[in-house]
């Protein structure tokens, strides 16, 4: 089956943000077929009032935030999911992402850890990075590993001591920050 045919059997009246990862994965194949089963959408929130789960009974709604002041997009899934923004293409009133291998990734990863929000009384010790250069360079080698398809997570030693596990203040006693990669092999 054409794509495209797919794509129109999708017929919207309100905007959606593709999240099948069948119709994706599809699409990245350009072989796509028809589904029986419920198309999976994230629907923004904003939308709530007027598109409601029990009128649409053919899709799969996710409602999500997208916040004008984050570079991320907050999913209201079991469980709740963050990815970061992404260039999408548009067909109709369907917002698709472009680069769907990273959608796939930063999906798998997603998951929203929340924090415990239990106060710890410390003495205040000073800052031995400063933390919005520190913040800025972390966020740009993030952004340069995964254009190479390299995903960076935290790891032991750094933000997941004890200390950090209690209560947010980040970087005030780390002096150096661990972290694994998970990348595709090359040819895979």
């Given at each position: 089956m054409d794509c495209s045919d797919v794509l129109e059997s999708i017929n919207l009246l309100f905007p959606a943000f593709l999240i099948d990862k069948r119709i994706i994965g599809g699409l990245n194949r350009n072989r796509c077929k028809a589904t029986f089963t419920k198309i999976r959408?994230?629907?923004?929130?904003?939308l709530l009032a007027?598109?409601?789960?029990?009128?649409?009974?053919n899709f799969d709604i996710v409602y999500y935030e997208n916040f004008t002041d984050k570079d991320y997009l907050l999913f209201y899934d079991s469980?709740?999911?963050?990815?970061p923004r992404m260039h999408?293409?548009?067909?109709?009133?369907?917002?698709?992402?472009?680069?769907?291998?990273?959608?796939?990734?930063?999906?798998?990863?997603?998951?929203l850890l929340r924090c415990r929000g239990m106060k710890v009384e410390r003495k205040s010790e000073p800052r031995f990075l400063p933390l919005k250069n520190t913040l800025q360079t972390m966020s740009a080698f993030v952004s340069y590993l995964t254009s190479f398809n390299i995903?960076?997570?935290?790891?032991?030693?750094?933000l997941l001591e004890p200390q950090f596990i209690k209560e947010i203040s980040?970087?005030?006693?780390?002096?150096?920050?661990?972290?694994?990669?998970?990348?595709?092999?090359?040819?895979?």
């Open positions: 959408i994230g629907v923004n929130m904003e007027s598109v409601d789960r029990e009128s649409h009974a469980p709740t999911r963050i990815i999408v293409w548009k067909y109709g009133n369907l917002s698709i992402p472009q680069d769907t291998k990273r959608f796939f990734e930063y999906w798998k990863r997603s998951r995903y960076p997570l935290l790891s032991g030693g750094s980040l970087f005030r006693k780390a002096r150096q920050y661990h972290c694994l990669a998970c990348g595709t092999a090359i040819g895979a």
